[in-house]
């Protein structure tokens, strides 16, 4: 599946909605995280992109756009740390939400 023509914002919000999921718990803070992170547009347009795919498919189009908006060690870092802040978001960062912390930081 190719998902031409994401913008690095929508990219990064697409990315910070699958985080969100990996626990199978999509909280009201960390919706309310993401609403006030990116416009509602941007989330309303990403959330349904995301909701129409099964994990493969959402972690395959992540996988495609990371070299193109994270080419650099510290574009990464910032990723990284948009990552682990949006799991703090609902006040806990499970030990499930540590291993795919690590999944990413390895394929990012």
């Known amino acids: 599946m190719t998902n031409t023509g994401w913008n690095r914002e929508e990219f990064v919000c697409f990315l910070l909605i699958y985080t969100s999921h990996v626990d199978m718990e999509f909280s009201d803070e960390e919706k309310e995280s993401l ?3 990116f416009s509602a547009e941007i989330f309303e347009k990403q ?7 099964n994990d493969y498919q959402a972690l395959d189009a992540i996988l495609k756009y990371k070299e193109q908006y994270f080419s650099t060690p510290e574009l990464k870092q910032q990723l990284l740390d948009s990552i682990r802040s949006q799991f703090f978001t609902d006040g806990e960062f499970s030990d499930f939400e540590k291993e795919i912390y690590h999944f990413l930081e390895r394929m990012l």
């Open 47 to 53: 959330f349904a992109l995301f909701s129409d795919m």
């Open 35 to 37: 609403k006030n992170q």
